[in-house]
């Protein structure tokens, strides 16, 4: 996803400032597609300049805040952009790699990483599940309303496969080579099962 379509996309839902629009983008989009006040505004601009949308006056008052809304353009090109064919994105996560070394250099500490990954993970999950009983739950099962559930539902499976998988990373780390042979480890350990020597002069 680019920026400029998910700025095109809040400001169908809503026209609104670059500060309002930004704070917005902080709670919904923001959690999928990161990006920095900074570059909302710049973007802004360049959509403006592009023709995608456009400053609405300024109202009379101190401290007012000049508004966007999208254009007929804006709208084609978003439409556009939605139908455009793109295959999925492959997987980039600096964890998996760790993970790989651990499995060839041995304890290495990674558990503490994973330990506090878990505890962000927890909380967004939270975050998420919060968002989904305050707008979700109660709200009539619109088309507009469904789609919106499925993308926060995405994020919230995304956040419980994360905890899982860090707390399987988390057991196999805490094991030893030992420990995954539990046949070999219970035979040597079981009595009366030492090798009796042979009877002399058989």
Excluded: N
């Excluded at 709670?27 to 710049?42: D, E, K, L, N, P």
């Excluded at 949308?53 to 084609?76: C, D, P, S, T, W």
């Excluded at 990483?113 to 109660?138: C, G, N, P, S, W």
């Amino acid at each position: 996803m680019s920026l400029p379509h998910a700025l095109l996309t809040a400001l169908i839902e809503h026209p609104c400032s670059g500060s309002e629009l930004a704070e917005r983008f902080d709670r919904s989009i923001g959690y999928f597609w990161h990006a920095t006040h900074q570059q909302i505004y710049r973007e802004l601009a360049r959509l403006e300049e592009a023709g995608w949308i456009e400053a609405l006056a300024e109202e009379a008052g101190r401290g007012r805040k000049r508004q966007y809304r999208i254009l007929a353009a804006g709208r084609k090109e978003l439409r556009r952009w939605v139908a455009e064919p793109e295959d999925p994105k492959p997987l980039r996560e600096e964890l998996m790699v760790r993970l790989r070394a651990a499995a060839v250099i041995g304890p290495s500490g990674l558990q503490d990483e994973i330990t506090r990954r878990v505890a962000m993970h927890r909380d967004k999950l939270d975050l998420y599940r919060r968002i989904e009983q305050r707008d979700f739950l109660d709200q009539p099962p619109s088309r507009e309303r469904r789609l919106q559930h499925l993308v926060l539902r995405a994020g919230i499976l995304q956040e419980e496969l994360w905890l899982q998988l860090s707390q399987e990373a988390l057991e196999i780390l805490a094991s030893s080579d030992a420990d995954d042979r539990p046949e070999a480890s219970a035979e040597a350990g079981a009595p009366g099962r030492q090798r009796r020597p042979a009877a002399r002069g058989s």
